[in-house]
C-alpha cells in the first residue's frame, strides 16, 4: 500500500480534534464581520436552528441553543455553575470526565453529592436509584460518553429516576452529540453540553448548551457564580439580542454553521450511520490482528475504540511509530496509562485511510513483537477472531455525600 507515500498531513484518528471537511476550511476565512451588527445575529440564529434540527427536537419552541466561546469544559462548567443554586446536585461518574464533573461542581456547590464506579464499569442503576430515594437530590448529572473508556452511559434510565425524583437530569454531550441519538424530550434532559470540534466535526474553540427554554428562564432565579460562564447571562443575550454576552470567535461560528449545515444535508440518521459503520470497519480489522478491547461492544460509543496493547509492546513506542506513519492515536490516562491505546474514527476519515490504518497498525505491531523476546499474544491476522473479553470484577463503588 502507497497510501502512506502521498500523505501531506497527521490522520488524526482521535476523539478529538478531528480532521476538517474542505467546506469548513473555506468557511473559516470568510469576510470578517462585527459581533455587534446584524450580520452576527443572523448566524447565530441559524446556528441555533441547525443545533434543534441537528438533536432532532419534536417541540423545537420549547427549547433554546446558547453558543459559548471555549471547549466543552466551558459549556459544563456553565451548567454546573448556573442550575444548582442553593440546591443539591449529584454526579455520576464512571471516568476521567465525571471526575471532572465532580471537581467541577465542588467549586461551585456546597452540596455535591457523588456515586463514583471504577473507570470502564457501567453504572448500577440500582443503587442509583436508591440513593435518589434516600437523599433529597434537585439536579442529577452524569457524562453520556466517557471518552477515557469509550463508554456510553444510560440516557434514557437514569433520566427516567431523575424525573421520578422530581429532579433536573443534566448531560455532558461533548464526545457523543453529532455521532449518537440523544432524544432530550424521551430522556427528560434539561440540559446537554457539547463541542464543536468531536463528532460535529469543526474546528476546537467552540461549546454550546441546549436546554429547555422553562429552564433557561429559571436560572435568573439564582445568584451568579461566575460572570464569563453565567448561563442565565448568555440566554438573557440570545433571546434579547440574538447575540453573546462577550466577544465571540467569529471565525469559529462560520466554521460551527457550516459543520452542521454538512450534517443536515447528509442527513443526522445517515451521518450516525455512516459514523457507526466506520467504528466497526476498525473493530473488526483490529480483532482481526488479534487485539482484545478494553469493555464490552455493546458498551461503546460509536466514535472511539478502546485497545488492550498486546504484552510484549509499549503504547508509547506503538504510538510514535505510527506517528512516523502520519496516524495519531491516543495512549490511556489515568488507571488505563500503558495498558490500552484509543482509536477514534470520527472527522474527515475515509475508508480508505481506516483500511491504511490496520495495514499500518499490523507492520507496527509486528516490527515492535519482533524486537522483544517476549512475543505474547503474536498478532495473527488469519485467526478467528477471540471473544471480547469480559469486564473486571469492579473494586468497591465509592458513594460520596
Request: with cysteine; charged share 20%.
Amino acid at each position: 500500500m502507497e497510501h502512506d507515500l502521498n500523505l501531506d498531513k497527521h490522520l488524526l484518528f482521535t476523539p478529538g480534534p478531528v480532521n476538517v471537511a474542505e467546506t469548513l476550511r473555506t468557511a473559516i476565512c470568510k469576510e470578517d464581520i462585527c459581533h455587534r451588527e446584524t450580520d452576527f445575529d443572523d448566524l447565530l440564529a441559524g446556528i441555533e436552528h441547525k443545533l434543534l434540527s441537528l438533536f432532532q427536537i419534536r417541540n423545537r419552541e420549547r427549547y433554546r441553543a446558547v453558543v459559548i466561546t471555549g471547549s466543552g469544559t466551558a459549556a459544563n462548567e456553565a451548567i454546573l455553575s448556573s442550575v444548582v443554586g442553593n440546591g443539591a446536585i449529584l454526579i455520576l461518574s464512571n471516568g476521567e470526565f465525571g471526575g471532572r464533573l465532580h471537581k467541577t461542581s465542588l467549586i461551585h456547590n456546597k452540596q455535591t453529592h457523588l456515586i463514583e464506579m471504577p473507570w470502564g464499569v457501567p453504572f448500577d442503576v440500582a443503587q442509583i436509584a436508591a440513593y435518589l430515594l434516600a437523599n433529597k437530590i434537585d439536579v442529577v448529572a452524569m457524562v453520556h460518553h466517557e471518552t477515557c473508556s469509550g463508554m456510553l452511559n444510560p440516557l434514557a434510565q437514569i433520566g427516567a429516576l431523575a424525573k421520578a425524583c422530581g429532579a433536573l437530569f443534566v448531560v455532558d454531550g461533548v464526545s457523543s452529540v453529532g455521532a449518537e441519538v440523544i432524544d432530550m424530550e424521551a430522556c427528560n434532559i434539561a440540559f446537554v453540553s457539547s463541542s464543536s470540534s468531536k463528532a460535529l466535526g469543526s474546528y476546537p474553540g467552540l461549546s454550546f448548551v441546549v436546554g429547555r427554554k422553562k429552564q433557561f428562564k429559571r436560572l435568573k432565579r439564582h445568584a451568579a457564580k461566575t460572570t464569563y460562564l453565567n448561563l442565565a447571562t448568555f440566554y438573557a443575550f440570545l433571546k434579547t439580542h440574538s447575540q453573546t454576552p462577550n466577544t465571540p470567535a467569529v471565525p469559529l461560528f462560520f466554521a460551527l454553521d457550516q459543520a452542521l449545515t454538512d450534517i443536515l444535508h447528509e442527513g443526522v440518521l445517515m451521518r450516525y450511520a455512516r459514523i457507526k459503520a466506520r467504528a466497526d470497519l476498525l473493530r473488526n480489522g483490529m480483532r482481526r490482528l488479534n487485539l482484545d478491547f478494553e469493555i464490552d461492544e455493546a458498551d461503546m460509543c460509536s466514535v472511539l475504540t478502546t485497545v488492550r496493547v498486546p504484552a510484549s509492546v509499549s503504547v508509547h513506542d506503538l504510538r510514535a511509530r505510527l506517528r512516523e506513519k502520519s496516524i495519531i492515536i491516543y495512549e490511556g490516562k489515568g488507571c488505563f496509562a500503558g495498558k490500552v491505546f484509543q482509536v477514534g474514527n470520527i472527522g474527515e476519515l475515509s475508508d480508505d485511510d481506516i483500511r491504511y490504518f490496520l495495514s499500518t497498525l499490523k507492520d507496527v505491531l509486528l516490527t515492535l513483537q519482533a524486537d522483544t523476546a517476549d512475543l505474547v499474544i503474536p498478532v495473527r491476522p488469519n485467526q478467528t477472531p477471540p471473544a471480547v473479553l469480559p469486564v473486571p470484577v469492579p473494586a468497591h463503588v465509592r458513594v460520596v455525600s
